[in-house]
Structure formats: C-alpha cells, structure tokens
C-alpha cells in the first residue's frame, strides 16, 4: 500500500497570518496578511481570533449630537455636522446631551398637559 505522509500543518492559529509550509524544507512561514481595503474612510486593523476588519467609525467625533460622514476625494474629509434635535412638538424643550444624543422634555408651556 505504499507510504503515507500527512501534510504538515503550519497554522499558527492567528488570523492575521498567511500560514505556508515550504515544500522539500518543511519550514513553516507565518506572514502578516494585509488588512488595507485603499479605503481611506475605515480604520483597518486584523483581530487575531477572526481576521481583517475596516471600522467605518474613522470620523466619529464621539458626540452624539454630531452626524458625522467620511467624504472621500483628492483629500479624505470628515463632516462633524450638528444634529437637528427638532420634534415639533411645542410641549417639549427640545436639546442634545453629547453622550447619549437627542432629548424631548415636556414641558409647561400653555395647553400642554403630561
């Protein structure tokens, strides 16, 4: 029946690796995998356990009172541009709290009854 010889495994059990084993030596290479998608409007980053991701979060200016956008071009720019917190509704004061955005809070004004 001949011979049998397994393939030798190389896998480093890390995602962000190309695992190869070279042939005749039997050398394993582990090389860094490239996560760049040329996507200037994600933070791209390799988390072991899975593999490559691209955060699309790269102009979140963490504030929730902000809507904030990525506009690719000659130069990439972020848009931070003030939310509109607006229900009009004349029985709520209307603001933004930075942190967890939008709030309606009734109010007293004439004819308004909570």
Same mark, same amino acid.
């Given at each position: 029946?001949?011979?049998?010889? /397994?393939?030798?495994?190389?896998?480093?059990?890390? *995602?962000?690796?190309?695992?190869?084993?070279? /042939?005749?030596?039997?050398?394993? #290479?582990? #090389?860094?995998?490239?996560?760049?998608?040329?996507? *200037?409007?994600?933070?791209?980053?390799?988390?072991?356990?899975?593999?490559?991701?691209?955060?699309?979060?790269?102009?979140?200016?963490?504030?929730?009172?902000?809507?904030?956008?990525?506009?690719?071009?000659? #130069?990439?720019?972020?848009?931070? #541009?003030?939310?509109?917190?607006?229900?009009?509704? /004349?029985?709520?004061?209307?603001?933004c709290n930075i942190l967890s955005g939008c709030?309606?809070? /009734?109010?007293?004004?004439?004819?308004?009854?909570?």
């Amino acid at each position: 029946s001949g011979c049998y010889f /397994p393939p030798k495994s190389c896998d480093d059990g890390n *995602a962000c690796t190309i695992d190869a084993c070279t /042939p005749g030596s039997g050398v394993c #290479t582990n #090389t860094p995998c490239s996560c760049d998608d040329n996507n *200037a409007c994600t933070r791209d980053f390799c988390d072991p356990a899975i593999g490559c991701k691209h955060d699309d979060n790269v102009c979140d200016d963490n504030n929730s009172c902000t809507i904030d956008i990525c506009v690719l071009g000659l #130069t990439n720019i972020c848009i931070n #541009t003030v939310q509109l917190c607006d229900d009009n509704d /004349p029985c709520t004061d209307d603001s933004c709290n930075i942190l967890s955005g939008c709030l309606f809070q /009734p109010n007293n004004h004439p004819g308004c009854h909570y």
